[in-house]
């Protein structure tokens, strides 16, 4: 279950997990399920805003010649919710330009020497403070060229070898050395950046923290970034990646966080998926077709959106194994039809479930009195039926 952070009376507020909650939701009672079909933007994670103002103050620390070393970054602190978002508009992408890039992408991965940083010269003149600096410079050199637009000019600082001042870049002591400064975290939300992800990115070997949503990146996600063994935080949302499942997602041992909705992936989901130790997982809005695997109880997350994809078969009794992490689920639109398992019953942790829009049926169940953290249920749009006193029945109003 996610790190919580007590912050009050507010139960809600206690339990908040990683930052995809509306801002203008502190002050009512929570509507998740109400966000799922527009394409939100996520504040920052609170990962994010340490390594920010590890960044900044390393900043303040050179132009002082200071040479004081801060402590690690923490790589499992988890989020709460900050007080705004910032405006983003697209200028989207054709499905000519899509493909073009797609292509791109394609004939990079076909050279065999295309994800160790051939192509990018290193300046003989350039100092690095160490290994891990220089294959960081590689590693964005190569991105930066897979950039084919950037309207708000986010990386026309990506130059020179001080790539801790790059925009969107940060980095901070690792964690298993102090005096080893490495890129930990990158950030390039609301970008509206084209283009594709090079396989030098597994370059960035002490990554924490991927945040590229809201942008216009096609292609899928690089082979390499199994090399990514510290990453923690993985957002991919909203852009035009395609294709199967990225399986590369399952080689990830510490990740936690994983958004990659409203993107066009297919096919089915890797039933390994839902083994994974993950806090938080959306993949709605995709092109996902497959029936929800018996094992999806293994998965120990707080928050589980599946929204708006097909899915077929009905919902597997082994969610009664999720009772003591599972907070919110949101299965609108998925295509799920038959009746529901008794076993929804014993979820006490839920606060937000919402099955709307498919294609249950039968009595409405009983247990879902029993379900006593309840504050949003959404059942509408199905075939269910409300039993008010046993000599008669309701069909539940749309």
């Not at 070393?69 to 709460?80: D, K, S």
């Not at 950037?150 to 980095?171: E, H, R, S």
């Not at 497959?290 to 293994?298: E, H, V």
């Not at 919110?328 to 799920?336: A, K, Q, R, S, V």
């Amino acid at each position: 279950m996610m790190g919580m952070m007590n912050l009050g009376d507010d139960p809600y507020q206690r339990r908040c997990p990683l930052s995809f909650i509306s801002p203008n939701l502190f002050h009512s009672k929570p509507k998740l399920f109400h966000l799922i079909p527009r394409k939100k933007l996520l504040p920052p994670s609170l990962l994010l805003v340490q390594l920010q103002s590890i960044s900044s103050d390393n900043e303040m620390r050179r132009n002082k010649k200071d040479h004081l070393f801060w402590p690690p970054v923490i790589l499992f602190l988890l989020a709460i919710l900050l007080p705004s978002v910032s405006a983003f508009v697209s200028h989207g992408l054709t499905n000519a330009e899509a493909g073009y890039i797609r292509r791109r992408q394609l004939l990079y991965y076909l050279d065999e020497n295309g994800d160790r940083g051939e192509y990018v010269k290193v300046d003989p003149s350039y100092q690095f403070a160490n290994t891990h600096l220089r294959d960081a410079y590689i590693a964005l050199q190569a991105w930066k060229h897979a950039i084919l637009s950037d309207p708000f000019n986010l990386t026309a600082n990506w130059v020179g070898p001080d790539v801790c001042k790059y925009t969107g870049v940060y980095c901070a002591p690792a964690p298993y050395d102090p005096y080893l400064t490495v890129v930990a975290g990158i950030d390039l939300n609301h970008g509206d950046i084209a283009g594709y992800l090079p396989e030098e990115l597994g370059l960035l070997v002490d990554l924490t923290l991927f945040h590229v949503n809201s942008n216009r990146i096609c292609g899928t996600l690089p082979h390499k970034f199994d090399q990514l063994k510290l990453l923690h935080e993985l957002d991919l949302s909203n852009n035009r990646f395609e294709g199967k499942f990225p399986e590369v997602i399952l080689r990830l041992p510490s990740l936690k966080f994983l958004d990659i909705r409203f993107n066009e992936f297919e096919g089915a989901v890797p039933k390994e998926l839902f083994d994974l130790p993950l806090d938080a997982l959306f993949i709605n809005s995709n092109r996902f077709q497959f029936q929800i695997p018996d094992n999806i109880g293994n998965s120990p997350v707080s928050v589980l959106v599946l929204a708006n994809n097909k899915f077929s078969g009905c919902l597997p009794a082994g969610i009664a194994n999720m009772s003591k992490t599972l907070n919110e689920i949101i299965l609108m639109n998925c295509g799920l039809n038959s009746c529901v398992p008794p076993e929804f019953g014993l979820l006490k942790e839920l606060t937000v479930l919402d099955i709307s829009y498919n294609k249950l049926m039968g009595n409405l169940p009983e247990f879902f009195g029993g379900l006593e953290k309840i504050e949003q249920l959404d059942v509408a749009h199905n075939m269910l039926t409300v039993i008010s006193r046993p000599e008669e029945l309701h069909p539940v109003a749309d």
